[in-house]
T-cell receptor, first 116, second 110 residues
Framework: NAGVMQNPRHLVRRRGQEARLRCSPM?????VYWYRQLPEEGLKFMVY????????ESGMPKERFSAEFPKEGPSILRIQQVVRGDSAAYFC??????????????FGPGTRLTVL | TQLLEQSPQFLSIQEGENLTVYCNSS?????LQWYRQEPGEGPVLLVT?????EVKKLKRLTFQFGDARKDSSLHITAAQPGDTGLYLC??????????FGQGTRLTINP
């Protein structure tokens, strides 16, 4: 049973470019969460999505950041016009809550974004 | 606002010693999860505790959820160098976001 998959694992962008981060949840999971981890800090929630719906985006910066989880395909976290402060590790997690009742979230390996 | 206070943030002990990491909050959680994270990797789930007062054991690791479901602890017996890593606690309220503690960076010296 494959775990949560994220790609790319490493992404380098210059200031002003766009970054697209992809996440494929575990098989059977319909809930996807994105978190950001700055160097030497804990993980901070960004957004929670179900298929074709954004459930909670209270942790997303108001500008330049967007997320989607289409009916088909992976979830995408998109950062437009990246700045150096966007450099961080971005983690995706998935869960089955609503089916089995568990809250447990399983994490992918992360995408490490470096903005030059 | 940090809702989960994890302590200590750094801990360095000798092989064979015991240790406890604490995770405290003023908020009630429906469950609490403990993860371990290696450098360059994502958090790996160790355990989920759901019931107040619940105790779970994973080999030399013992996890406890407080009676009021506001706090938790991780106790490691006879620590080994392989236990070195970053330990994270995270509280959940239903299907909502996880709230993470700051993490405990544990170093076990041979």
């Amino acid at each position: 049973n494959a775990g949560v998959m994220q790609n790319p694992r490493h992404l380098v962008r210059r200031r002003g470019q766009e970054a697209r981060l992809r996440c494929s949840p575990m098989k059977g999971h319909s809930h996807v969460y994105w978190y950001r981890q700055l160097p030497e800090e804990g993980l901070k929630f960004m957004v929670y999505l179900q298929k074709e719906n954004i459930i909670d985006e209270s942790g997303m910066p108001k500008e330049r950041f967007s997320a989607e989880f289409p009916k088909e395909g992976p979830s995408i976290l998109r950062i437009q016009q990246v700045v150096r402060g966007d450099s961080a590790a971005y983690f995706c997690a998935s869960s089955t809550y609503g089916t089995s009742g568990t809250d447990t979230q399983y994490f992918g390996p992360g995408t490490r974004l470096t903005v030059l | 606002t940090q809702l989960l206070e994890q302590s200590p943030q750094f801990l360095s002990i000798q092989e064979g010693e015991n240790l406890t990491v604490y995770c405290n909050s003023s908020s009630v959680f429906s469950s609490l999860q403990w993860y371990r994270q290696e450098p360059g990797e994502g958090p790996v789930l160790l355990v989920t505790v759901v019931t107040g007062g619940e105790v779970k054991k994973l080999k030399r690791l013992t996890f406890q959820f407080g009676d009021a479901r506001k706090d938790s602890s991780l106790h490691i017996t006879a620590a080994q160098p392989g236990d070195t890593g970053l330990y994270l606690c995270a509280g959940a309220r239903g299907a909502q976001k996880l709230v993470f503690g700051q993490g405990t960076r544990l170093t076990i010296n041979p």
